[in-house]
T-cell receptor
Framework: AQKVTQAQTEISVVEKEDVTLDCVYE???????LFWYKQPPSGELVFLIR??????QNEISGRYSWNFQKSTSSFNFTITASQVVDSAVYFC?????????????FGKGTKLSVIP | GAGVSQSPRYKVAKRGQDVALRCDPI?????LFWYQQALGQGPEFLTY????????KSGLPSDRFFAERPEGSVSTLKIQRTQQEDSAVYLC???????????????FGPGTRLTVL
């Protein structure tokens, strides 16, 4: 069974602050993919990043960065210099790799509010 | 290009009514998925189609839920005799290829918010 835990239900930060969203996962699969999605008020899930379990390199994309630590089963997401447009619900998700890799298991999400 | 579209965006039903939710995937996408997202929760997998074949319906919560994709493009999720616990956002996603091998990116639609009174 797979499980994704996002312990932070809601976070509020003031614009320009840095914020880290936590994600801890459980899986019996030896290879898997991890994801982060953004869900703005419009409802559509917007893909942010996919990480293969083989690749533990951290990644930076503009103001976004991701810290994948297999030893602690964590895949945390940091937004640097937050902006009001970052306000949304953010979901961490997991799926097995290979055949059958299509059922995404999502966490409950973290609602981020960036206050001007 | 056009993304995944869903209609209606909002649906209010009285308990016991039947509803039909439509998903138009990205043109040419082979795989189609339905997810249910309850309030304050993450999406949960319902069912998967490869072209017109429904290969996995393990996530459908009861036999009141039925999905089809008869021509391998548009899909309809039907809920019979709706109950209050069916209230949720129903998300559709499509992928360009069949599943298997390397991961096949899922592109999500805006969802249909169903409220059962």
């Amino acid at each position: 069974a797979q499980k994704v835990t996002q312990a932070q239900t809601e976070i509020s930060v003031v614009e320009k602050e840095d914020v880290t969203l936590d994600c801890v996962y459980e899986t019996r699969d030896t290879t898997y993919y991890l994801f982060w999605y953004k869900q703005p008020p419009s409802g559509e899930l917007v893909f942010l990043i996919r990480r293969n379990s083989f690749d533990e390199q951290n990644e930076i994309s503009g103001r976004y960065s991701w810290n994948f630590q297999k030893s602690t089963s964590s895949f945390n997401f940091t937004i640097t210099a937050s902006q009001v447009v970052d306000s949304a619900v953010y979901f961490c998700a997991l799926t097995a790799s290979g055949a059958g890799s299509y059922q995404l298991t999502f966490g409950k999400g973290t609602k981020l509010s960036v206050i001007p | 290009g056009a993304g995944v579209s869903q209609s209606p965006r909002y649906k209010v039903a009285k308990r016991g009514q039947d509803v039909a939710l439509r998903c138009d995937p990205i043109s040419g996408h082979v795989s189609l998925f339905w997810y249910q997202q309850a309030l304050g929760q993450g999406p949960e997998f319902l069912t998967y189609f490869q072209n017109e074949a429904q290969l996995d319906k393990s996530g459908l919560p009861s036999d009141r839920f039925f999905a089809e994709r008869p021509e391998g493009s548009v899909s309809t999720l039907k809920i019979q005799r709706t109950q209050q616990e069916d209230s949720a956002v129903y998300l559709c996603a499509s992928s360009p290829r069949e599943v298997g091998g390397d991961y096949n990116e899922q592109f999500f639609g805006p969802g249909t918010r169903l409220t059962v009174l």
